[in-house]
Nanobody
Framework: QVQLVESGGGLVQAGGSLRLSCAAS????????MAWYRQAPGNQRELVAR???????NSADSVKDRFTISRDNAKNTVYLQMNSLKPEDTAVYYC?????????????WGPGTQVTVSS
């Protein structure tokens, strides 16, 4: 069984930084891309940033120049470095992995980690 475990969320003041981590475990043939999404109360889940196995990235306009996504393929782990945090970044952050398990491509979500930015 494949699962994702996120860590690194918490409470931080505006202007501060946090680093989220998400590790995939289980019998995984390959991971095509990994991504971070977030969902604030009353809002839809939205893409924050995405990274392919080759290292290509894209991110939401609202976080460009503040957040950086990276990954360690050997550890099946993706990171999200969040700098200059704003109160509007407050949300539950979810990790997503698009991976291949026993020849089947599937999306796996992590349980989420809370990020709260105080003003």
């Amino acid at each position: 069984q494949v699962q994702l475990v996120e860590s690194g969320g918490g409470l931080v003041q505006a202007g501060g930084s946090l680093r989220l981590s998400c590790a995939a475990s289980g019998i995984i043939s390959s991971i095509n891309f990994m991504a971070w999404y977030r969902q604030a109360p009353g809002n839809q889940r939205e893409l924050v940033a995405r990274i392919t196995s080759g290292g290509l990235t894209n991110s939401a306009d609202s976080v460009k120049d503040r957040f950086t996504i990276s990954r360690d393929n050997a550890k099946n782990t993706v990171y999200l470095q969040m700098n200059s945090l704003k109160p509007e970044d407050t949300a539950v952050y979810y990790c997503l992995a698009n991976l291949v398990v026993t020849g089947i491509q599937r999306n796996v979500w992590g349980p989420g980690t809370q990020v709260t930015v105080s003003s």
